[in-house]
Structures are given as C-alpha cells and as structure tokens.
C-alpha cells in the first residue's frame, strides 16, 4: 500500500477516551437560499478517529452541510475551523485542498474510462513533462483498492464491475486526494447487506488511521454499528447530539421528525384468506428458478435477499414485463398465462417498481394523467380521453393517499420522492388490483412519508389485497410481513412464519452461512 | 392510523386560468410570427394580397404539412422518420410505372397509398421488431428506396398520367380552395383528435416522456411504434399522389431533401425533439409560418438557395430560442 493513505504521517490514534480535539468545526453556521434558511446557525464538531452520524429527514438540511463542507456553497454567516484554524473554501478544490473529502450519494463514475482513470480524474499525477503519468496512476489506484481489501485491477473498464465493485471505486476515488476529513452520504442506500459489512470493515480502517468521519444515513441499525456520535437534523437545524450506544432510538427518532412516532412498522391484524395467487416452478432462462410459493387474501409475503438474488426479476416475471420461461400461474384456481405487463393488469397483478423515476412515473406529464394511464380504457369512452373522468379518480386517490401537490395538473416530477410513490402506488389501485407486488416501497423515502406508506401498505392488507412487498431493509421486512420467503442465487432459499421472523435467520438464509 | 394530520388537504384540478396557460404557450408565439410575416409580406409585395396567389401559396406547404402530421406523432413518441421524401419517391415511380401500363386513377392511388404503406412497415418492423433506432434504419431506408426509384427511371421521367389524375394537385374544392388544401385542413384535424383526444394519443406522449415508465404501465410500446411508422408511411403515400398529379410527372429526384423541411416544421411547431411533447395545432401555424416565407421571397425574386439557408437558420433558431429563453431565466 502507498500512496494518499499513508502520507499523512500521524501517529495512529489510540481509542480515544476524552473529548480530544476536533479536526473539524463548523460554529453558527447559516445558509440561506432565497424564502428558505437552509440551515440555521448550525455547530457540529468532528472528531479524530471518529465517527459522527449526520441524521435527518429529507429536507432538513443534510444535503447543504455536505455542500458547504465540500466547497460548493459558501455559508452566509458561521465560520468553519480546521484544527482551530478558521478557514474558507472558495470552491471545491479550496475544499479537497484543506483535507475534506466526499463520498456521494451517487458518485459520476465514466462507464468507459479505466478503474484508475475513474479514481483520479481530474487529479492525474503528471510526469517530467507535464504529460499524464498512467503507471503512477495504475500503481496508486492499485494501492488504494489494496487498501480496500479489493482485488480490482485498475486497467479495466468500469463497465465490467458490478455495483458492489464500482462503489469500492468511487470510494478509492474519494480516498485518492490526502484527506483527513471523510464525508459519506448514504454510502449504503444501494448496498446489500453483505457489501456494508465490507463497507464498514474499510471505515474502521479510517477511524485507526485517526480520519475523521461524518456518516450520513437512513438506517439506524447501521448507525449504532458504525458511530460513536450523533447529531440530528430537523428543519435546518441541529436539534440534538450526542453519544450513541448511550442514546435511545426512541429519542434520536422524537429528534428527527420532532414528535413521537409509537411505532414505526404498525402491523395490523389482518384476517388471512383464501389463496389469491399460486406460483409454482416458476423459473428465469438466467435470474431465478423453481419458485414457488402460495399467497392468500390479506396476507403481505416479504421477500429478502441480497442485490442481485433475482427478486426484482421475479416481480418482473410475475408483472410480466421480462418472460418466465417456465412454471405456472394459478389466479384465484384459473390458470393465466402472463405475456406483457398489459395481460397482468388485466389478471389484477400490478407492479410498483423499485425506481420509480425510471420506471414508474413519466415525470414532465400532470399527476392526473400518471394516476389514470392503467386505467384509461375505464376512464375514457370509445377510445376518447374524458378528462374529467381522469381528475375524479385522481382526486379520489390523491385524498386517500394524502398527496401533497399544488395542483392535480403539475407534472409528477415536481413532487418529493414520497409523494412520488403516493402517485405511483395510488395509479395501480386505480385499477382495483388482486396482488399488488412493492419492490423496495421506501427507498429513499424520508422517515415521515415512509410511516404513511407501511401505515397505507397495512391498510390495503386490511382490506383484502394481497401484497409481495421486496425490501432489503430488515425492519421493514420484519415489521410488515406476515411470511417471509428470503431468495439467494434465484433460489427459494426459505419460507418463514412471522412467529419464526428474526434478523439473524433470514440474514443467514440470504447469505448461505450456515 | 398514520400520524400526519387527518385534515383533508383540498388540490386544485388546475393552476392558473385557462387563458393565461394558452398565452404562455409556444403556439401563440408562433402565431404572432406567422402574422408578422404576413404584414411584412404584404406591404413588401404588391402582389401578395390577391386571393389566388395565395391559394398557390398554399402548395408549398400543404403535402409537407400532411407527412409533418403524422412525423409529430412519432417524434412526441420519440423517434424520427427521415426516409418520407424517399418513400415519396418510390411511390411515385411505382405510380407512374403504372400508369405507363394504363391503369386508371383509382388504381393509382392505391398503388401510391399501398406503396407508402408498405415502405412504412418496413420501417416499422425494423426499429419496433429488431429494436433498431429509427434515425439509422430510416437514414438506411432513405438511400435504399430512392435508390430503387433510380435503378428503375435511370434520367428517365414518367409523365403519362390520366387526365382525372390531375385532379388531387390541380383541382379546387370550392372557390380558391384546392384539394390539396382542403384534404390539408381535414387531415390536421384528424390528427389533432388523434393525438390531443383519444388514448393513443396520450399513449404517445407517455412512450415518448419515458418507454420504460409505459411499458411498465401496459402500454404495448412496439405497437404503438409500429402504428405510427405505418401511418407516417401512408402519409408520404398520399403526399406522394398529391405532388405526381400536381406535377404530372415523376423523375426519381422528386421531393428530394424534403425530410429535413418536414422535420423542420414538425421542430418549428413546437414538437419537441427529446420526444414528449408538442401540439397538432403548433404544426399547422408552423406549416403557414414555412409556406408564407418561401411564397414572400420567392415574391421578392429570391433564389432557391438563399431559401434552403433560411430554412437551416429557421431550424437551429426554433430549437435555441427555448433553451436560451430557459437559460435567461434560470439566471434571474
């Protein structure tokens, strides 16, 4: 290993005992974007060695503290103190230069530039001559994913790596300027289980190199793994802070959406039915095989499993958007056979998608016409559009679905992300399914909208739908399900009753270890 | 159940009063544009106000407009036909073959219809059957079904038309209206029920914002596709009839570089070229905006070319006018 990570000659930092000094201060910090103060005189401290989760729901101000920290906005009052010295960034090189470092949400990575080409773009270590040094670069980028624990060779193309790996990359290219200050925004929203446990191996690698580092996420199992300090945000402004294993989830969650919030995952007694929908053997030329599994009337099956062990592909089969290419479908004791996402609507089987802007929604037209596109032929007459027809079913679901929006008629992209599955979820009950399958229903959805749609999720349970909710989050799973069936390798690795639900045994039936 | 407040937010069907959304709209611009031309011409020519030149005016934009109807649909949905001047072509050779061999008008148009049709299968099953994008297999096509017209006349021209043909390019309606301009008027409404009423119509416009979110929505997206390629093959079809029988000849140069005004109207009309969205009634200001300019210079004795340059300047201002009136103000 050589190279950025090791030229900052400090001494490893022993566990520290007392407050030691921060690396980083930001002291009154207030950001304010025309009509709105973005963040309000703001103190955060960063420690050594540490790490220090940035916790909030969306819109209360992560986003910009990450701007400002990495140099693309300059707050309008506060100051910002790198071991004790203030300092200001005038833009994001003022920002690398000082030592801060972040890792996205989304990194850009070039899908056709080289694994080392991605890490130091921009930054590219010259020769004598001013001309790029590709051994240098190759060697370092080769150190640095050493440091990883990863074995990419950095002269492939990016295109050949799968997520997992590209992630590694994005986070070598974070590491390749000399930085001591670590930001990390939501490194885990596209990681399974088993890429953040590799994921937290590497920021304990930091924290002994004495770096400090702000974490910022969602989950909260995952930041009592990992941090040793809290600060949450709500509406601009850090309302608390503190230590963490010492701190209740309770009290971080009354924090962040600043009320109690009883139970996060109510599960309602639902009286379980009749079988609904029957799968049997259904197999994927590639992505899964001899599935099957029965689901009844008012029953919600979770289904778990790592990225990439074919449970989106299965709810594409099952919605008939890709082809099974064998097995059979048994709806209510009718065969049906499924040929496009077209056949499964009219079966009653509807798909709500994991990315909802790619494939849910189309963004530039009105919420309404959103609403009503699986339903037209209802709404229209002989084939003409009645658009009155289509504003009365989108109000009918916007009311029931508490859809926040100006108007019915704005286009659906101007909506927050929570309010943007509300229109996706309410356009398939348009069309009055019978199972209606959730591929990950809140991914990036802010605490608060997610309470509504597992609130909503049980409420259509209760009514007699019968769900498949796909989720990679454990609580979630655990919360809702009534059974679990966790998928590996595109196998069935697992049907569990919810009295036999617990993380450790659907985590071991995902992972294989025995 | 969930803890957000239970009262019942009311949401508006629409912002904003209907008048104040069509005022804001591209559609209008243009109108303003077209009717600027036509003072500006009519006060620089003397001749310009008489109703029978501006009926011929009419011609130059009339079978234009009608294969510009139907390339809208396709662009909203997001793809391009390029080889309509070609299909044109083909047609018209094919018509004109027969004719020599004594077939009579009804026979004619049929085959010219049939040929449009056809060539727009083709096109079709390419890019909706082979996944093909259109802007190659359409630029491919384009060589191959002129060149076909050119294997068959060589410097030949076809020009044995029956007289009853004349009609579809020659005739009047009523008064100074011609057919052409007649069936024009029809056509655009049909397709402005077509595209603005119906539900293939919001169909296309669904495929052409996201394919995925469409086809994830049941919408059968390569039929829809396939649709529309036959419908702007058929389209070529029958501006083929008009432009034959108006010319009453056919020589394999016919309608040459025609796809680039056809486009270029569809953009003038405020068809957006990412596909998406866009207005029937935008194509028709577009086709009298392009049909005013070329009868007023052509008025004022300017040349052939210095018209094609116009026509370039009138595409690239069309499409950078948006984006800079966007720019300015994202900068306020």
């Given at each position: 290993m050589n190279g950025a990570m090791q030229t900052h000659n400090r001494?490893?930092?022993?566990?520290?005992?007392?407050?030691?000094?921060?690396?980083?201060?930001?002291?009154?910090?207030?950001?304010?974007?025309?009509?709105?103060?973005?963040?309000?005189?703001?103190?955060?401290?960063?420690?050594?060695?540490?790490?220090?989760?940035?916790?909030?729901?969306?819109?209360?101000?992560?986003?910009?503290?990450?701007?400002?920290?990495?140099?693309?906005?300059?707050?309008?009052?506060?100051?910002?103190?790198?071991?004790?010295?203030?300092?200001?960034?005038?833009?994001?090189?003022?920002?690398i230069?000082?030592g801060?470092t972040?890792?996205?949400?989304?990194?850009?990575?070039?899908?056709?530039?080289?694994v080392g080409e991605n890490i130091f773009l921009g930054h590219a270590p010259r020769t004598?001559?001013?001309?790029i040094d590709w051994r240098e670069i190759n060697n370092r980028s080769l150190g640095l994913l050493q440091a990883l624990e990863s074995?990419i060779?950095p002269t492939?193309?990016?295109?050949?790596?799968?997520?997992?790996?590209?992630?590694l990359v994005?986070i070598a290219r974070a590491l390749s300027v000399e930085a001591r200050?670590v930001?990390?925004?939501?490194?885990?929203?596209?990681?399974?289980?088993?890429?953040?446990?590799?994921?937290?191996?590497i920021?304990?690698g930091l924290?002994?190199q004495?770096k400090?580092?702000?974490?910022?996420?969602?989950?909260?199992?995952?930041?009592?793994?990992?941090?040793?300090?809290?600060?949450?945000?709500?509406?601009?402004?850090?309302?608390?802070?503190?230590?963490?294993?010492?701190?209740?989830?309770?009290?971080?969650?009354?924090?962040?959406?600043?009320?109690?919030?009883?139970?996060?995952?109510?599960?309602?007694?639902?009286?379980?039915?009749?079988?609904?929908?029957?799968?049997?053997?259904?197999?994927?030329?590639?992505?899964?095989?001899?599935?099957?599994?029965?689901?009844?009337?008012?029953?919600?099956?979770?289904?778990?499993?790592?990225?990439?062990?074919?449970?989106?592909?299965?709810?594409?089969?099952?919605?008939?958007?890709?082809?099974?290419?064998?097995?059979?479908?048994?709806?209510?004791?009718?065969?049906?056979?499924?040929?496009?996402?077209?056949?499964?609507?009219?079966?009653?089987?509807?798909?709500?998608?994991?990315?909802?802007?790619?494939?849910?929604?189309?963004?530039?037209?009105?919420?309404?016409?959103?609403?009503?596109?699986?339903?037209?032929?209802?709404?229209?007459?002989?084939?003409?559009?009645?658009?009155?027809?289509?504003?009365?079913?989108?109000?009918?679901?916007?009311?029931?679905?508490?859809?926040?929006?100006?108007?019915?008629?704005?286009?659906?992209?101007?909506?927050?992300?929570?309010?943007?599955?509300?229109?996706?979820?309410?356009?398939?009950?348009?069309?009055?399914?019978?199972?209606?399958?959730?591929?990950?229903?809140?991914?990036?959805?802010?605490?608060?909208?997610?309470?509504?749609?597992?609130?909503?999720?049980?409420?259509?349970?209760?009514?007699?739908?019968?769900?498949?909710?796909?989720?990679?989050?454990?609580?979630?799973?655990?919360?809702?399900?009534?059974?679990?069936?966790?998928?590996?390798?595109?196998?069935?690795?697992?049907?569990?009753?919810?009295?036999?639900?617990?993380?450790?045994?659907?985590?071991?039936?995902?992972?294989?270890?025995? | 159940?969930?803890?957000?407040?239970?009262?019942?937010?009311?949401?508006?069907?629409?912002?904003?009063?209907?008048?104040?959304?069509?005022?804001?709209?591209?559609?209008?611009?243009?109108?303003?544009?077209?009717?600027?031309?036509?003072?500006?011409?009519?006060?620089?020519?003397?001749?310009?106000?008489?109703?029978?030149?501006?009926?011929?005016?009419?011609?130059?934009?009339?079978?234009?407009?009608?294969?510009?109807?139907?390339?809208?649909?396709?662009?909203?949905?997001?793809?391009?036909?390029?080889?309509?001047?070609?299909?044109?072509?083909?047609?018209?050779?094919?018509?004109?073959?027969?004719?020599?061999?004594?077939?009579?008008?009804?026979?004619?148009?049929?085959?010219?219809?049939?040929?449009?049709?056809?060539?727009?299968?083709?096109?079709?099953?390419?890019?909706?059957?082979?996944?093909?994008?259109?802007?190659?297999?359409?630029?491919?096509?384009?060589?191959?079904?002129?060149?076909?017209?050119?294997?068959?006349?060589?410097?030949?021209?076809?020009?044995?038309?029956?007289?009853?043909?004349?009609?579809?390019?020659?005739?009047?309606?009523?008064?100074?209206?011609?057919?052409?301009?007649?069936?024009?008027?029809?056509?655009?409404?049909?397709?402005?029920?077509?595209?603005?009423?119906?539900?293939?119509?919001?169909?296309?416009?669904?495929?052409?914002?996201?394919?995925?979110?469409?086809?994830?929505?049941?919408?059968?997206?390569?039929?829809?596709?396939?649709?529309?390629?036959?419908?702007?093959?058929?389209?070529?079809?029958?501006?083929?009839?008009?432009?034959?029988?108006?010319?009453?000849?056919?020589?394999?140069?016919?309608?040459?570089?025609?796809?680039?005004?056809?486009?270029?109207?569809?953009?003038?009309?405020?068809?957006?070229?990412?596909?998406?969205?866009?207005?029937?009634?935008?194509?028709?200001?577009?086709?009298?905006?392009?049909?005013?300019?070329?009868?007023?210079?052509?008025?004022?004795?300017?040349?052939?070319?210095?018209?094609?340059?116009?026509?370039?300047?009138?595409?690239?201002?069309?499409?950078?006018?948006?984006?800079?009136?966007?720019?300015?103000?994202?900068?306020?």
């Amino acid at each position: 290993m050589n190279g950025a990570m090791q030229t900052h000659n400090r001494p490893p930092h022993p566990a520290p005992l007392e407050d030691p000094a921060p690396i980083l201060e930001m002291r009154g910090i207030s950001q304010i974007f025309p009509g709105v103060k973005a963040l309000d005189t703001v103190d955060i401290k960063l420690f050594p060695g540490e790490v220090t989760a940035l916790i909030g729901e969306n819109g209360a101000g992560k986003s910009t503290l990450v701007k400002i920290l990495t140099g693309i906005y300059r707050p309008n009052e506060g100051e910002i103190l790198i071991d004790g010295q203030a300092v200001s960034f005038a833009n994001a090189q003022a920002a690398i230069d000082a030592g801060v470092t972040a890792i996205h949400q989304e990194t850009v990575l070039f899908d056709d530039l080289t694994v080392g080409e991605n890490i130091f773009l921009g930054h590219a270590p010259r020769t004598r001559f001013g001309m790029i040094d590709w051994r240098e670069i190759n060697n370092r980028s080769l150190g640095l994913l050493q440091a990883l624990e990863s074995e990419i060779d950095p002269t492939i193309r990016l295109r050949d790596l799968s997520i997992a790996q590209r992630h590694l990359v994005a986070i070598a290219r974070a590491l390749s300027v000399e930085a001591r200050i670590v930001i990390m925004d939501e490194p885990t929203a596209a990681l399974s289980r088993k890429e953040i446990d590799d994921l937290f191996r590497i920021i304990e690698g930091l924290k002994r190199q004495g770096k400090a580092i702000l974490f910022i996420s969602h989950k909260f199992d995952e930041v009592y793994e990992i941090a040793e300090n809290f600060v949450v945000f709500r509406d601009g402004r850090a309302v608390g802070h503190g230590k963490l294993p010492e701190t209740p989830q309770q009290d971080i969650v009354r924090l962040m959406v600043g009320r109690d919030v009883k139970d996060v995952f109510p599960k309602v007694k639902v009286e379980i039915g009749a079988p609904v929908l029957r799968v049997e053997g259904f197999t994927h030329p590639t992505e899964f095989r001899d599935i099957f599994f029965e689901l009844r009337r008012g029953e919600i099956l979770g289904v778990y499993g790592l990225i990439g062990a074919g449970r989106s592909e299965l709810c594409q089969a099952l919605f008939g958007v890709t082809r099974a290419s064998a097995g059979r479908l048994v709806l209510e004791d009718t065969p049906i056979s499924i040929g496009s996402s077209g056949d499964a609507i009219r079966a009653g089987i509807v798909y709500v998608p994991e990315e909802r802007g790619r494939h849910g929604l189309a963004l530039p037209m009105p919420i309404f016409q959103n609403m009503s596109l699986p339903s037209l032929s209802r709404t229209s007459r002989g084939g003409f559009l009645k658009a009155a027809n289509e504003l009365a079913l989108a109000r009918k679901y916007a009311e029931r679905l508490d859809l926040r929006a100006a108007a019915l008629s704005v286009p659906v992209g101007t909506l927050s992300g929570g309010n943007q599955q509300k229109v996706v979820i309410g356009k398939w009950l348009a069309t009055k399914p019978k199972v209606i399958i959730l591929d990950e229903p809140t991914k990036g959805i802010d605490i608060g909208s997610k309470a509504a749609v597992h609130g909503f999720i049980g409420e259509l349970a209760s009514e007699g739908l019968s769900i498949i909710m796909v989720s990679s989050e454990l609580p979630e799973i655990l919360g809702m399900s009534d059974r679990v069936m966790v998928m590996r390798e595109g196998l069935a690795a697992g049907m569990f009753d919810r009295e036999q639900l617990s993380a450790e045994t659907l985590v071991r039936a995902a992972t294989g270890n025995a | 159940m969930s803890d957000v407040t239970n009262t019942k937010r009311v949401i508006p069907d629409r912002l904003g009063t209907k008048a104040s959304r069509i005022l804001a709209s591209w559609e209008v611009l243009l109108f303003a544009v077209a009717v600027a031309i036509f003072v500006f011409n009519a006060l620089a020519s003397p001749y310009f106000l008489d109703v029978w030149n501006l009926s011929d005016a009419t011609f130059n934009f009339t079978e234009k407009a009608m294969i510009a109807f139907a390339m809208a649909l396709l662009v909203i949905a997001g793809e391009i036909d390029l080889s309509v001047a070609a299909i044109i072509a083909l047609a018209s050779t094919a018509m004109g073959g027969a004719a020599q061999m004594g077939i009579g008008t009804a026979g004619l148009v049929a085959i010219g219809l049939g040929v449009g049709l056809a060539c727009g299968a083709v096109n079709g099953l390419l890019v909706s059957g082979l996944k093909l994008p259109s802007i190659v297999v359409t630029i491919g096509t384009m060589s191959l079904f002129r060149g076909i017209s050119y294997i068959v006349l060589g410097d030949q021209a076809y020009g044995k038309y029956p007289e009853s043909f004349a009609f579809f390019g020659q005739g009047y309606v009523v008064w100074a209206f011609s057919f052409e301009f007649v069936l024009f008027a029809a056509l655009a409404i049909v397709f402005a029920i077509l595209l603005h009423a119906t539900n293939f119509g919001r169909q296309i416009f669904v495929i052409g914002n996201n394919e995925f979110a469409a086809r994830f929505s049941g919408i059968p997206v390569e039929r829809v596709k396939f649709i529309l390629f036959l419908l702007t093959g058929l389209m070529s079809g029958v501006a083929a009839v008009c432009l034959t029988s108006r010319l009453g000849s056919t020589r394999p140069s016919i309608a040459q570089g025609w796809e680039l005004e056809v486009v270029t109207m569809v953009v003038l009309g405020g068809i957006s070229i990412l596909g998406g969205a866009g207005t029937i009634g935008g194509v028709v200001i577009a086709a009298f905006v392009m049909g005013l300019v070329t009868f007023g210079l052509g008025l004022l004795n300017v040349p052939g070319i210095v018209m094609s340059i116009f026509v370039g300047l009138l595409l690239i201002i069309t499409i950078a006018v948006p984006i800079i009136g966007r720019r300015i103000r994202e900068m306020r």
